[in-house]
């Protein structure tokens, strides 16, 4: 036997790398049998790699080790402490690309959230699992995965759902000849089939499917193989084999020590002789049933027994007892219920950190990418930032001495004006005053520049169709002062050709174009404007 061989090897290993393989090896291979010496083997893996420091050397054996644990205490129900190892082991195995390992743990944590009832993030999570298969080819595991899936619509009181996933699930174990997986589908068709009223078919899945157990030597599937074909007898109506197949399912649990499974066969009998209205039977399978729950702490199968005592309490019409069994029920379907939203709590949390971890992995893949391109982009920005500078000081430059001009001219003709305008002719002063103005005017020509290059530079514009003969019309409107007052002339085509650009610039140019021609041009002052289409397109 492959267990035996294992441990045989694992006494005589000498090296820490040995010891961690083999003890990972085992550990998976005793999951079903022996769950916490499962979590023991992989806490001894664990050990041996921090010791010794084999973090980075044997990763995929520390991501077996965290699924082996996990695994171990899903077995145990206690899904608090299952699922932190799970999800670190999801983790690990992803950044490793290592789909077996991802698989496993994927459908463990999937398998946490069916028990707490958390039915849609189980499916995301076994789906999620089944296509990992798919794309790996691995047969074997998408059997068992199908299987769960039809298992968690059955949960859900989905059965025409659950059909197709347990019958591809049965396909494929007919195809493998893996026995105790064909029991497995066997016995979910049976479920199925039964609660859709097709009890013909639903008792001939039942006896295929303990067939498989006995070849296969499963007890476990076994009796829960009897209890699920005794459910399809009780609602039949077939009371007496109905009884049979749950004291068949409650006598080999306890052979095996399946204590879970022995307490849900008793509540099942209790059900039985309730239908029938035996009420000392069923009151004695009931109380069996809660003596056995209290024994092994479950308060989802307290509750349950508390709730059939209540049933047969109302029979009799003991209705001191009915309430009494009626508070107990509804205290542990409390508990129940807490336990469940800590479970949920704990699970939302791991999923969490599993979400983070696998951020942290896109960023550090990304990383070296990320940097070379923030250094390019700083050195686009320093260069930008320096040809602007310059252009800068360029315009400070020429902007300086074309303010200095006008703002000489004008400090001179004021101190002309205010030192000796008692001596001045009229028209002198009115030459100089005339001077003055103009050199105003010709400052604000330079700071509507300067403003229209501080625009230029700290505005976001899109190009965008302008309407040219409206721009060049509004320019002119604006300047029909100035042209009168120089006695200007300025033609113009009745239409210019729309192009690429931002309105009120395009204007500014305009304007500045046509107010240069009248001040600088000479007399007289006519001008046309006009434009030349150019074969690349522009004007």
Same mark, same amino acid.
């Given at each position: ?7 045989r ?9 040995e ?41 995929? @054996? ?10 171990? !205490?899903?077995?145990?129900?206690? !899904? ?6 799970? +999800? ?15 698989? *496993? ?23 999620? &699992? ?26 859900? =009181? ?32 049976? =479920? ?15 006896r295929? $499917?303990?067939?498989? !157990?006995?070849? +296969? ?7 829960? &193989? ?68 209290? =024994?092994?702490? $479950? ?7 508390? !709730? ?28 129940v ?11 939302? @949390?791991a ?14 893949q990304?990383k ?5 391109? @923030? ?6 920005i ?22 200095? $001009? ?16 008692? *001596? ?31 625009g ?18 509004? &320019? ?9 007052a ?25 304007k500045?174009?046509?107010? *240069? ?23």
């Amino acid at each position: 036997m492959i267990i035996d061989v294992l441990r045989r090897q694992l006494a005589h290993a000498t090296t820490p790398s040995e010891k961690i393989t083999i003890s990972n090896t085992l550990a998976w291979e005793l999951l079903d049998s022996n769950a916490r010496e499962t979590i023991a083997l992989g806490q001894e893996a664990l050990a041996i790699i921090r010791h010794n420091g084999l973090e980075d050397v044997l990763a995929a @054996e520390m991501a077996q080790a965290w699924l082996n644990i996990g695994a171990g !205490y899903e077995r145990l129900a206690e !899904y608090q402490l299952a699922m932190p190892f799970l +999800a670190d082991a999801a983790a690990a195995f992803e950044m490793l690309d290592h789909d077996d390992g991802l698989i *496993n743990a994927t459908n463990g944590i999937g398998i946490i959230f069916l028990h707490i009832g958390d039915y849609a993030s189980f499916l995301e999570y076994a789906f999620r &699992a089944l296509a990992l298969c798919h794309a790996a080819g691995n047969e074997e595991r998408e059997m068992v995965l199908l299987n769960n899936i039809g298992h968690g619509y059955l949960r859900q =009181r989905k059965y025409e759902e659950a059909l197709p996933y347990i019958e591809q699930s049965l396909v494929l174990a007919e195809k493998l000849h893996a026995l105790s997986s064909q029991g497995d589908a066997h016995d979910n068709l049976c =479920r199925a089939l039964g609660k859709l009223g097709q009890y013909e078919a639903a008792v001939a899945h039942g006896r295929r $499917s303990i067939a498989f !157990y006995e070849q +296969a030597e499963r007890s476990a599937g076994l009796a829960e &193989a009897w209890n699920s074909l005794g459910e399809v007898y009780l609602d039949r109506g077939e009371f007496e084999t109905a009884v049979f197949s749950f004291h068949q399912s409650f006598q080999i649990a306890q052979e095996i020590g399946h204590r879970f499974e022995a307490v849900a066969a008793q509540l099942h009998l209790g059900k039985a002789w309730l239908a029938q209205k035996q009420y000392d039977e069923a009151k004695k399978a009931g109380l069996h049933a809660l003596k056995q729950a209290d =024994r092994i702490n $479950s308060p989802a199968l307290q509750y349950k027994s508390h !709730y059939l005592l209540y049933q047969i309490a109302c029979g009799l019409d003991d209705v001191a007892e009915a309430l009494a069994h009626h508070i107990q029920y509804h205290e542990f379907v409390a508990v129940v219920f807490n336990q469940e939203a800590d479970a949920r709590k704990s699970a939302l @949390e791991a999923i969490y950190k599993v979400r983070q971890a696998q951020k942290e992995t896109e960023i550090y893949q990304l990383k070296s990418v990320a940097l070379e391109r @923030e250094i390019a982009e700083r050195e686009r920005i320093a260069a930008a930032l320096q040809q602007q500078n310059e252009e800068l000081n360029a315009f400070a430059q020429t902007v300086a001495h074309d303010l200095k $001009s006008p703002i000489s001219l004008m400090i001179s003709f004021a101190e002309l004006l205010h030192d000796d305008l008692a *001596n001045l002719a009229p028209e002198t002063v009115a030459q100089i005053t005339k001077s003055i103005y103009t050199g105003g005017y010709k400052m604000v020509e330079i700071i509507d520049a300067l403003l229209l290059l501080a625009g230029v530079r700290s505005q976001q514009v899109t190009p965008e169709p302008v309407d040219t003969t409206a721009v060049v019309a509004e &320019a002119h409107y604006r300047l029909q002062a100035e042209i009168e007052a120089k006695q200007g002339v300025i033609t113009k085509p009745d239409t210019f050709p729309p192009v690429l650009g931002y309105a009120p610039w395009l204007e500014k140019v305009w304007k500045n174009y046509i107010s *240069n021609c009248l001040k600088y041009d000479g007399s007289p002052h006519h001008r046309t404007l006009g434009f030349t289409a150019q074969n690349d397109g522009c004007i």
